[in-house]
């Protein structure tokens, strides 16, 4: 028995760091090969989305952002879909309307009751008139040529879907999550950006999306990570979804813990179930490196990953309880995993970003990557646990609400 649990063990451990040392290796080496990508600056016709609920609060500082964007304002229209607001939201949005009406092309659109960001969109899609859609939160900011950035990436006819870069805005004083967060986000960016050279990346920052309008399909109402299930559909359909990171959107942080665990869960639940939704593109030909390298290794990650770190975790408690003199051998094992994953870190901080190196505090990242599996772990539970309890209560969809316009 316990000969069994060790190999078990060792061979889940082996698979572990052979797993992450290679895919991480991979991505900094196509990271670093220089882009000789000129992109042509063009300027389609672009639908900026901007779902609210309850955000009176921010709503203002988002619009002024908006208003002072750098692309052509006859170009961009903007939508704020009011998602059954109860507090100020839809009063901020139509005083801004009054006042800037011949700087802004934007419209309220406002929903009866509270149905979900996934019908809030669906809804507002009806009215684009874009051939490129830009999805935004309310409480982020861009910076001025974001727009214009981001829409560069349409000019070559395979890309269908692009995002770009989320930037922690903090005050002068970072708190240690904040700083953790932002060691955390530039291996992201080194991810996202050798992803994207090599094919697509799967993973997209809603902060700031944008869409090919031919390609939007309408999104399921219990949809929980919009970006990332529309980055799948697309890719689904064989068109490109890339990563820019000179396109920057500001995320501010969460005032308190209790609203930054939420957040990590609701992201997590919503990309295990969009990475579930896709599996058949796991080991797909159809889909080249995409899907034998990228969706397959992003699958692992973030649903086969967390479940192999908790089998790993009780089968190590397990056998140092049965196997107390050699448990010290588990213990070294581990502060070499350590120890290779700081090494890691060290490579990536090599890399060079557009406009600066990157900066990243290895013990921070490693510590923020064990926190970001243990919310991973508890987001399947959640998810699984939505799953049970949704089938004894119907999703509303916003088609019970409203007609599809003509």
């Not at 929903?111 to 859609?133: F, M, V």
Request: hydrophobic share 45%.
């Amino acid at each position: 028995m316990i000969e069994l649990l060790k190999t078990i063990l060792w061979s889940s451990l082996g698979l572990f760091a052979f797993f992450y040392l290679s895919y991480y290796s991979l991505m900094v080496y196509e990271a670093k090969k220089p882009n000789n990508v000129q992109k042509q600056r063009i300027f389609p016709k672009v639908s900026l989305v901007i779902p609210a609920h309850n955000e009176g609060k921010v709503i203002l500082r988002k619009l002024e952002n908006v208003k002072n964007l750098d692309y052509p304002k006859e170009k961009l229209e903007v939508f704020v879909v009011d998602d059954g607001s109860t507090d100020n939201t839809c009063q901020v949005v139509q005083n801004f309307i009054n006042q800037n009406a011949v700087e802004v092309q934007l419209e309220l659109l406002v929903l009866p009751r509270w149905l979900g960001k996934a019908s809030a969109l669906n809804y507002a899609w009806q009215c684009c008139n874009g051939e490129i859609i830009i999805i935004s939160d309310a409480d982020t900011t861009f910076e001025e040529s974001a727009v214009t950035k981001i829409v560069q990436n349409f000019a070559d006819s395979a890309v269908g879907a692009a995002t770009g870069r989320l930037s922690v805005a903090s005050d002068s004083i970072e708190s240690l999550s904040t700083k953790m967060e932002k060691s955390y986000r530039n291996i992201f960016d080194v991810l996202r950006i050798g992803e994207s050279r090599i094919d697509s990346t799967p993973i997209f920052n809603g902060l700031l999306s944008a869409f090919r309008r031919e390609l939007l399909d309408k999104l399921k109402p219990d949809t929980l990570a919009d970006d990332t299930e529309l980055s799948l559909t697309i890719r689904e359909k064989g068109w490109k979804a890339v990563y820019d990171p000179q396109a920057i959107a500001y995320e501010y942080p969460p005032d308190t813990l209790k609203l930054r665990v939420n957040q990590k869960l609701r992201r997590g639940r919503g990309i295990i179930q969009s990475f579930i939704r896709h599996r058949k593109m796991l080991f797909n030909p159809k889909y080249g490196k995409y899907g034998f390298v990228i969706f397959p290794s992003e699958f692992f990650m973030h649903v086969v990953s967390p479940i192999l770190i908790l089998l790993i975790t009780v089968l190590t408690l397990t056998t140092i309880a049965l196997t107390t003199p050699s448990s010290i051998i588990y213990f070294l094992l581990i502060a070499i995993s350590l120890l290779v994953a700081y090494g890691l870190l060290s490579l990536v901080q090599r890399v060079v970003m557009p406009n600066k190196r990157v900066t990243i505090n290895p013990i921070a990242a490693i510590v923020t990557f064990v926190v970001h599996q243990i919310y991973l772990i508890l987001s399947l539970f959640s998810l699984f646990i939505q799953r049970i309890s949704g089938r004894w209560k119907k999703t509303e969809d916003i088609r019970t609400l409203w007609k599809t316009k003509e």
